[in-house]
């Protein structure tokens, strides 16, 4: 059974990455916390080492964290202001689709012979069912000096299964960007 799981969530760390759809981002924060005196960071090895997805699949987004951190002017630091944590979690979705449709006639009574009837007609394909893959990545800001969550970022999309490494990272930038838009939170926002 463990096996299982953890061959369930490499195969959510691979498709996580690959899937062309969009990132639906939820946030949350602290009011109380000063976002503008956060300037540095550093990864916080004991949550990252929890994600339960292959090693490769942390290193790439860490990279995309680093650079979408670096990009917004904040700096990796051995004194860091706040620890970035990471988690996953996946669900499998089953969508059933009614294909039932046709034309014509049958299986009709017919009231001056004895027994139903049947004619002609065209009937319909019945159902389909298909299966996907939808996985969620979070992203933790922890106050270093506090050792309290002040942010949590969340982006949920459709994950398909790919092979293709450079589809993978593509795809881990992209939830990760999505992400980080929304960090710092804005003074409009926390204003409200």
């Not at 090895?45 to 490769?56: E, F, N, Y």
């Not at 006639?105 to 298909?130: A, I, K, R």
Request: aromatic fraction near 14%; glycine fraction near 10%; include cysteine.
């Amino acid at each position: 059974m463990k096996n299982l799981k953890l061959f369930t969530l490499a195969a959510f760390a691979v498709t996580l990455l690959a899937s062309c759809s969009s990132v639906r981002v939820i946030s949350d924060y602290d009011t109380k916390a000063d976002f503008g005196t956060f300037k540095t960071y550093a990864f916080y090895k004991t949550g990252i080492d929890k994600a339960q997805i292959s090693d490769l699949d942390k290193k790439r987004i860490l990279k995309a964290i680093e650079a979408e951190m670096s990009s917004r002017g904040f700096a990796k630091s051995q004194q860091p202001d706040i620890l970035i944590s990471i988690f996953t979690k996946e669900l499998e979705r089953v969508d059933v689709y009614n294909n039932n449709f046709g034309w014509g006639y049958g299986g009709f009574y017919n009231p001056w012979v004895w027994g139903p009837g049947w004619g002609w007609g065209w009937g319909g394909f019945g159902n389909n069912v298909s299966t996907r893959t939808e996985g969620s990545l979070y992203i933790d800001l922890i106050d270093a000096k506090n050792k309290e969550l002040v942010w949590q970022g969340r982006g949920v999309g459709t994950l398909n299964n790919t092979s293709n490494i450079e589809k993978k990272e593509e795809r881990i930038r992209e939830f990760v960007s999505h992400i980080l838009k929304e960090y710092p939170p804005s003074t409009e926002i926390a204003a409200n």
